[in-house]
Nanobody, 128 residues
Framework: QLQACGGGLVQAGGSLRLSCAASGGTFSNYAMAWFRQAPGKEREFVTTISGSGSSTFTSNSVKFRFTISRDNAKNTMYLQMNNLEPEDTAVYYC???????????????????????WGQGTQVTVSS
């Protein structure tokens, strides 16, 4: 089970940190990811992290502003979002994939279908 939190309303240029708490399994056995869905748009990949935390991949659109991390001792994943833009407004979802290793295929890493478990989403709204 995944529980995302930390969303809110922030002005452009501001920062937020999202958290995703996991329960019901050995957290380090799962690769994790963040996706987001803006109104009227498809859910899109944001970033992913391996089970150990040693490997990450991030969408080019947020690459130098967003950082994914995890604390396996706390069964929690994080998304630090800096220099937020109105275009970042969306519901952010955390997701888990069975197996700790990230796929060598970019397509697979970014495909919603490859993730087995989803959190309920947390709203991020960035005002201009």
């Amino acid at each position: 089970q995944l529980q995302a939190c930390g969303g809110g309303l922030v002005q452009a240029g501001g920062s937020l940190r999202l958290s995703c708490a996991a329960s019901g399994g050995t957290f380090s056995n799962y690769a994790m990811a963040w996706f987001r869905q803006a109104p009227g748009k498809e859910r899109e990949f944001v970033t992913t992290i391996s089970g150990s935390g040693s490997s990450t991949f991030t969408s080019n659109s947020v690459k130098f502003r967003f950082t994914i991390s995890r604390d396996n001792a706390k069964n929690t994943m994080y998304l630090q979002m800096n220099n937020l833009e109105p275009e970042d407004t969306a519901v952010y979802y955390c997701a888990a994939k069975s197996g700790p290793v990230l796929s060598a295929s970019k397509r697979n890493r970014e495909s919603r279908d490859k993730y087995d478990y989803w959190g309920q989403g947390t709203q991020v709204t960035v005002s201009s």
